[in-house]
């Protein structure tokens, strides 16, 4: 398996121009330079930056010209800092991973799908020369399963149009259930040698997103420790996630939860990067805000262990705030941990 040189060891920047208020306001005050500087000085290489097409396109597909000047920005404080950053597109016109954006329709819709072609090649004439600092990621979290095969040509032919302006980009796509690790298998074969695979991973989910407002069946009151047994896992997913989510079948009931559980977690996904000969790389990762820190701390330090022994890259969630958010007050007796974690200072 590759490395992802210099995309090892990130922070996304969630919320600043995607999931959020497409006002200039925000867009000049929740991300700012010394933002990318406190990322410098946590040692981190790069910086994955989530965007939304309403900050480029207009109703009718034309482009904002000031849209693309936080990218103009954002690729100069990379610079000056040293960073490294990837561009991931996290909702297109007709799709997004969350229906509650009420978009839909992209994946029956070649009208749709020639918009997304064209925004990404929009991107390449732009930025197709910063292939010093810069990735390209396709779109966010893909959900249904049965979008797999649309997907795969889609993607092929997105990558097909970005080389014509940026033959040597890297370009990073994932597959379905939200880029589940379990999708990676049926992925079409890398299009290229700068292809990457995605996944995200916030497994167990029960741990790290317990309380969740957004999820129907959780009891936003619910809260559980870290190192609990696989049998409590189990009770907690049944109770709180429901029959869809899997059980922990593989492990001793009585077992409190390690290493192992990682390490077969991510098994699959190691074995076709390396059959594929491709760079694998976890795009986000992250603990809600209300877990305790120190579980936390536990959660990112097991995780980041395997990734590090593995050669995964990898991208946090999230920077500030959207429930996840490391440098938020929740999280500070901690911070220094998770940073060396993620960073690979363990």
């Known amino acids: 398996m590759r490395k992802f040189d210099g995309y090892m060891y990130g922070i996304d920047f969630g919320g600043w121009l995607s999931q959020c208020e497409y006002k200039k306001e925000h867009y000049d005050t929740f991300i700012t330079a010394s933002d990318f500087k406190v990322v410098k000085d946590w040692g981190l290489d790069h910086i994955r930056i989530p965007v939304d097409y309403e900050l480029f396109e207009d109703n009718k597909g034309g482009y904002i010209e000031d849209g693309f000047k936080y990218i103009d920005f954002a690729i100069d404080e990379c610079r000056k800092n040293g960073l490294n950053m990837i561009l991931d597109l996290h909702k297109t016109f007709g799709y997004s991973f969350d229906e509650n954006h009420g978009e839909e329709g992209f994946f029956e819709n070649e009208d749709y799908q020639e918009r997304f072609y064209r925004l990404w090649e929009e991107f390449a004439k732009r930025y197709g020369k910063n292939t010093d600092c810069m990735c390209f990621e396709l779109l966010n979290e893909v959900t249904k399963k049965e979008y797999n095969d649309i997907w795969n040509e889609v993607a092929r032919k997105c990558v097909e149009r970005i080389r014509v302006y940026a033959p040597d980009m890297r370009i990073i796509f994932g597959g379905y259930f939200n880029n589940s690790i379990k999708a990676l298998k049926d992925l079409a074969m890398p299009f290229d040698d700068k292809v990457v695979y995605t996944f995200h991973c916030y497994e167990p989910l029960i741990f790290t997103h317990q309380g969740a407002y957004w999820i129907a069946t959780m009891d936003t009151s619910f809260r559980m420790p870290f190192e609990s047994k696989y049998k409590e896992y189990d009770e907690y997913i049944q109770a709180q ?78 920077y500030k705030l959207m429930d996840f958010g490391i440098t938020d007050d929740f999280m500070k007796p901690v911070v220094n941990s998770v940073i060396d974690a993620i960073a690979g200072r363990q």
């Not at 059959?275 to 330090?301: H, M, T």
């Not at 995964?312 to 999230?318: G, K, L, P």
């Open 241 to 318: 996630l429901g029959e869809y989510f899997e059980k922990m079948v593989d492990f001793d009931p009585e077992s409190v939860i390690g290493i192992e559980y990682f390490e077969k977690l991510i098994e699959e996904a190691v074995r076709v990067a390396e059959e594929r000969n491709v760079p694998l790389y976890c795009g986000e990762f992250g603990v809600i805000d209300r877990a305790s820190c120190e579980d936390a701390l536990k959660w990112y330090q097991m995780i980041c262990k395997c990734f590090d022994k593995h050669g995964i890259a990898r991208s946090a969630w999230n």
